[in-house]
């Protein structure tokens, strides 16, 4: 690959990194697979950058994150009958604390506990549209489905997510 598109490639792609780790790790749900999921994913984004047509970065490189993510599950899954995916929470004990932070780590916990337990289609569009900010256009690009399918699939995910955190249908609205 020419130096120029080197340039043009860590320009284009690379400012969208974080983004794209954040994808990996709600779909993995592990940072050391994720991780590694966003080094294949940008590997592949070099490898195939000729194929890139100038249009949205973003949603081109958070698709090729999300094939490499359901590649490595589908890999890992034949490899264990059984997949445990176990969580790093990060539970910072600086003293006591405060009633309002341990309130706001339960909170938190609670939030994570209940968008891991969502099925991987409803929690995938919960965390393109509500933590990476994406359009329904660009969720619908990056995940290979039509529009009418990320709204129903927000909608249907959001209300079992709201039942999971025990707020009823109104609330949650």
């Known amino acids: 690959m020419p130096p120029k598109d080197i340039d043009r490639f860590e320009r284009i792609v690379l400012p969208h990194l974080d983004d794209a780790y954040t994808l990996a790790r709600y779909l993995l749900r592990d940072q050391h697979d994720a991780q590694d999921a966003v080094q294949d994913a940008v590997l592949r984004a070099l490898r195939y950058f000729e194929t890139y047509r100038d249009g949205d970065a973003r949603a081109w490189l958070l698709t090729i994150v999300r094939n490499c993510c359901l590649t ?8 264990r009958a059984n997949i445990s995916f176990v969580e790093d929470v990060d539970v910072a004990h600086e003293g006591r604390g405060t009633d309002a932070r341990a309130i706001e780590q339960s909170e938190r916990a609670a939030l994570q506990r209940a968008l891991d ?15 990476q900010g994406l359009s329904y256009r660009e969720i619908s690009d990056v995940v290979g489905v039509p529009i009418g399918t990320v709204m129903s699939r927000l909608a249907r995910g959001r209300r079992r997510l709201a039942s999971a955190l025990g707020f009823d249908a109104q609330e949650a609205g």
């Open 117 to 131: 337990a969502l099925p991987p289609e409803f929690r995938e569009v919960i965390v393109l549209r509500e933590v």
């Open 72 to 79: 490595r599950q589908r890999r890992a899954q034949v490899e």
